[in-house]
C-alpha cells in the first residue's frame, strides 16, 4: 500500500497547482491522474486567452504541455490511477484504484468533471467509437475526421467545434434552444466560422455504428440524416467528487473543506468546466489548507 502524507487526486490545472504548493510548503505529495500525466480537460481547449502572464493566447494543447513542465521543474511526477472511491479510516484517508490502495493524511480531490450523457438507447454501445465527449478521445480514434456533429451550445460545445475545425473538420452544431448558450468572443468565432453550422432547436435522435451516422430532428429544418465520423457530446458536465465519496455523505460543490484533511478544488467543486485561472487558485488554496491541517493535526 502507498502512503503519502499528502494525495492529490487529478493532474488538470487544480491538481498541478495544489501539486506544487504542497511541495513549495515542505510537503512532497502523491499525485495520481487516471492518464498518467499532467493536462486534464484543459488540453482540449481551442484558445486560452485569459489566463494572466502568458504573452500569447494557447492552444490547450501548449497550455498542458506547460503544465507538465511545471510539475517537472518542481521534481514532481504523475502515477497513472484510476480512483475508484475514497473513505476515512482513523485519522487517514484510504484512496482506493485500479492499480491498488493508498492511504494518506490528507487528500486534495481535484479529479474534475465528468459528461452529462446525451440519452439515447445506445449510447454506451457507441461510446470510443462514435460518441465522444472530449476532442482529444475523438482526435485519437479519428486523427482526421471529416465531418464531425457536436451537441451542445454551451461554452465547452463552441470551443471543442472550433479546435475540431481547426484540425480540419466541418462541423455541425446541433443546439436544442433557439441561440447560443455561449456568449461574446467564443460565441462570435463560431458564428463567424465557414467550417461550422449551427442548426438551433435540434436534437440528436439516434446515432449509429456501422457506418457512423447521425439522425437530427429540428424544429425548422426537419429532419437530417446523416454518415459522418463522429458525434461529440457537451451538454454538461457534472463533479465526479459525489461518486468517489460514496456513502461519506459530502456535497462537494459547496464548500472547498469537505471534512478535515478533505478539500476539493477547481472543476470538481463547481461542477462545471470552469476557467483555467480559477482551478489554479482553487488548487493553491487547497494546498495551503491541507498542509495547515497536517502541521496543526496529531
Not at 460565441?187 to 465557414?194: E, G, I, K, N
Not at 456535497?251 to 469537505?258: C, F, G, Q, V
Amino acid at each position: 500500500m502507498k502512503r503519502a502524507r499528502v494525495i492529490v487526486v487529478g493532474a488538470g490545472p487544480a491538481g498541478v497547482a495544489a501539486a506544487a504548493q504542497c511541495l513549495r510548503l515542505g510537503i512532497s505529495p502523491l499525485i495520481i491522474d487516471r492518464t498518467g500525466e499532467a493536462g486534464g480537460l484543459v488540453e482540449n481547449a481551442f484558445c486560452v486567452e485569459n489566463y494572466p502572464g502568458i504573452e500569447k493566447p494557447l492552444r490547450g494543447p501548449e497550455l498542458a504541455e506547460r503544465l507538465r513542465a511545471h510539475l517537472s521543474r518542481f521534481g514532481l511526477a504523475v502515477d497513472r490511477a484510476e480512483v475508484t472511491a475514497i473513505a476515512r479510516e482513523g485519522d487517514d484517508y484510504i484512496v482506493d484504484g485500479d492499480v491498488g490502495t493508498m492511504r494518506a493524511r490528507a487528500v486534495i480531490l481535484a479529479s474534475g468533471t465528468e459528461p452529462v450523457r446525451l440519452g439515447i438507447s445506445n449510447e454506451r454501445e457507441c461510446e470510443d467509437s462514435a460518441i465522444f465527449y472530449d476532442v482529444r478521445s475523438l482526435l485519437r480514434r479519428h486523427p482526421n475526421p471529416r465531418r464531425v456533429v457536436v451537441v451542445g451550445g454551451g461554452e465547452a460545445a463552441c470551443d471543442y467545434a472550433l479546435s475540431l475545425s481547426a484540425a480540419g473538420s466541418r462541423v455541425t452544431m446541433a443546439v436544442r434552444s433557439s441561440r447560443l448558450k455561449a456568449r461574446g468572443r467564443l460565441a462570435d468565432a463560431v458564428c463567424r466560422s465557414s467550417a461550422v453550422r449551427v442548426l438551433f432547436e435540434t436534437v440528436c435522435e439516434s446515432v449509429g455504428i456501422s457506418p457512423t451516422a447521425v439522425r437530427l430532428r429540428g424544429a425548422a429544418e426537419g429532419t437530417e440524416e446523416s454518415k459522418i465520423d463522429a458525434v461529440l457530446v457537451a451538454v454538461g458536465r457534472r463533479s465526479t467528487a459525489a461518486a468517489l465519496l460514496g456513502s461519506m455523505g459530502a456535497a462537494p460543490a459547496a464548500e472547498d473543506h469537505l471534512f478535515p484533511g478533505l478539500l476539493v478544488a477547481g472543476d470538481a467543486r463547481h461542477g462545471a468546466l470552469g476557467q483555467a485561472g480559477m482551478a489554479v487558485g482553487d488548487g493553491i488554496s487547497a494546498a495551503t489548507a491541507a498542509v495547515s491541517f497536517l502541521e496543526d493535526g496529531p
